[in-house]
Each structure stands twice: as structure tokens, then as C-alpha cells.
Nanobody, 126 residues
Framework: QVTLAESGGGVVQAGGSLRLSCAPS????????FAWFRQAPGSEREFVAG????????RYADSVKDRFTISRDSGDNTVALQMNNLKVEDTAVYYC???????????????????WGQGTQVTVSS
């Protein structure tokens, strides 16, 4: 099991950008697939973007496609979510999730993930 620490949340105006970062605590970063989920008040936690263990495959929720980009950096063992053209409806707590994975599979449901961060708040104002 790894501990995941998110950073980079904040308040931004609609149309702006934020970059979230997730830093796993252990050196088995290379064996893990990762994803970002988000949860708005009164709503269920939903998938935002995922990346395979190899980094060669990604998947996005339709609501963020072409605006968000997930990436992983094996040099500093981090997973990032670049969020551009933010909308008010993107406001939520964003969570980083990880699990042991195969090389190319991307997991898009909370039930597949074993490790979670504490979350970071993203607020988009109009």
C-alpha cells in the first residue's frame, strides 16, 4: 500500500487553469496505475482521468475531455492533472487514487483502487 499526497488545489476563475500533483510515498510507483476522481457536495465520487502503469494509455470522463490532461513522471514519481478552461461545474474535492496495475490497463471506477489521497479542493468561480 502507498500513501498518496495531493497538492495544487485552489480557487480560480472560470476559464483559468490549475495543475494538481500526486506524490506516492513509496518507490513502487512504477508498478501502479493511477487516476483522479472528484466529488462535489451531495454527489458521488466520479472518475475524471486515469493513466496506465506504463503511462502509455489514458482515459478521460467526457466532461473533461480536451480540457484536462493526466500524466506521470517516473523521474520525480508524481502523477499530475493539468486542468485548463475550468468551468464552475468542475468545482469539487479532487482525489488521487492508485492500485497495482498491468502495463496498459486503465481503471475508471472507485472499486478498482486500493490507495487514496486525502483530497484537494478545487473551486472555480464565475
Amino acid at each position: 500500500q502507498v500513501t498518496l499526497a495531493e497538492s495544487g488545489g485552489g480557487v480560480v476563475q472560470a476559464g483559468g487553469s490549475l495543475r494538481l500533483s500526486c506524490a506516492p510515498s513509496r518507490r513502487n510507483f512504477g508498478y501502479y496505475a493511477f487516476a483522479w476522481f472528484r466529488q462535489a457536495p451531495g454527489s458521488e465520487r466520479e472518475f475524471v482521468a486515469g493513466i496506465s502503469r506504463s503511462g502509455g494509455r489514458t482515459r478521460y470522463a467526457d466532461s473533461v475531455k480536451d480540457r484536462f490532461t493526466i500524466s506521470r513522471d517516473s523521474g520525480d514519481n508524481t502523477v499530475a492533472l493539468q486542468m485548463n478552461n475550468l468551468k464552475v461545474e468542475d468545482t469539487a474535492v479532487y482525489y488521487c487514487a492508485g492500485r497495482l496495475g498491468s502495463g496498459t490497463e486503465v481503471f475508471d471506477s472507485t472499486r478498482y483502487y486500493t490507495d487514496w489521497g486525502q483530497g484537494t479542493q478545487v473551486t472555480v468561480s464565475s
